[in-house]
Nanobody, 119 residues
Framework: QVQLVESGGGLVQAGGSLRLSCAAS????????MGWYRQAPGKQRELVAA???????NYADSVKGRFTISRDNAKNIVYLQMNSLKPEDTAVYYC?????????????WGQGTQVTVSS
């Protein structure tokens, strides 16, 4: 079992920046994939960004060029740098870690952090 704690959310004006952090209670080195989802009120949770153990990244089209995901294996932290924020980025952001399980992938979630972008 691994616990994830997100931080860095808050209120920011459109065009501003925030950096989210996701601190894991164990080493993230062995996890195949990690990343961030978000869920806005009345909408489904959507993938924002992901990074593999090999360093490959994947982004939602809506955040490409504005968000950057990175990981610090030494500190067991996954980051999401968010620039040029828009009101439509307002959501609760959740980080996750995923590794292969005996039958299906095992995914662990953080509790979420609120990001609010004002126009």
């Amino acid at each position: 079992q691994v616990q994830l704690v997100e931080s860095g959310g808050g209120l920011v004006q459109a065009g501003g920046s925030l950096r989210l952090s996701c601190a894991a209670s164990k080493s993230i080195f062995s996890f195949e994939s990690m990343g961030w989802y978000r869920q806005a009120p009345g909408k489904q949770r959507e993938l924002v960004a992901a990074i593999t153990s090999g360093g490959s990244t994947n982004y939602a089209d809506s955040v490409k060029g504005r968000f950057t995901i990175s990981r610090d294996n030494a500190k067991n932290i996954v980051y999401l740098q968010m620039n040029s924020l828009k009101p439509e980025d307002t959501a609760v952001y959740y980080c996750y870690l995923e590794k292969n399980g005996p039958l299906v992938p095992l995914r662990y979630w953080g509790q979420g952090t609120q990001v609010t972008v004002s126009s």
